[in-house]
């Protein structure tokens, strides 16, 4: 319960935390982190980015800075795309890739327990996945897609 109110809250925050130049929406479902350390956040409506910059990040989503100490470097030659979030059992993930690479795909819960679901190749173009997440604990899930030694997370809701 904690955690709905903590997601409930957190998409509130970003209306927020917003500045008026920032064309932001509350239906951000990445974070990719560039070399510059600009923060690119993607949406389900109309697949736009919007730039900010880390400390804005920080403020909008910290637990994915908790997550992610580490500052991976990400470039945008992968894109991921889930639903429906949040889910009930089944989850869909759509990952269009630029080129043919092989990938690993892992479930992490807020607890840190972490469980690899898929490994295999990903094709030039869009790869559609269904994964069954019934036995998987409620609340906040990150899925890390891990491909050519970068990772993308993606927050989801497990019902």
Do not use: H
Not at 40 to 47: E, I, L, P, S, V
Not at 73 to 97: A, G, M, Q
Not at 113 to 138: H, R, V, W, Y
Request: glycine share 4%; hydrophobic share 35%; charged share 20%.
């Amino acid at each position: 319960m904690k955690w709905l109110i903590f997601i409930i809250l957190l998409f509130l925050s970003i209306n927020l935390y917003a500045k008026e130049s920032k064309q932001v929406t509350k239906y951000y479902n990445s974070v990719y982190i560039t070399e510059s350390d600009d923060c690119y956040y993607t949406n389900t409506k109309g697949r736009t980015f919007t730039n900010l910059s880390l400390d804005d990040a920080k403020k909008i989503v910290p637990q994915f800075f908790e997550l992610n100490n580490s500052k991976d470097k990400f470039d945008i030659s992968v894109n991921l795309t889930t639903y429906p979030n949040p889910c009930i059992n089944n989850l869909n993930l759509i990952i269009k890739s630029e080129n043919e690479a092989q990938a690993k795909i892992y479930l992490m819960d807020e607890n840190n327990n972490c469980e690899l679901i898929f490994q295999g190749t990903m094709n030039i173009g869009n790869n559609d996945l269904q994964f069954d997440l019934s036995k998987a604990n409620k609340g906040l899930q990150i899925i890390c897609l891990e491909i050519n030694g970068k990772k993308y997370y993606q927050k989801i809701i497990k019902m």
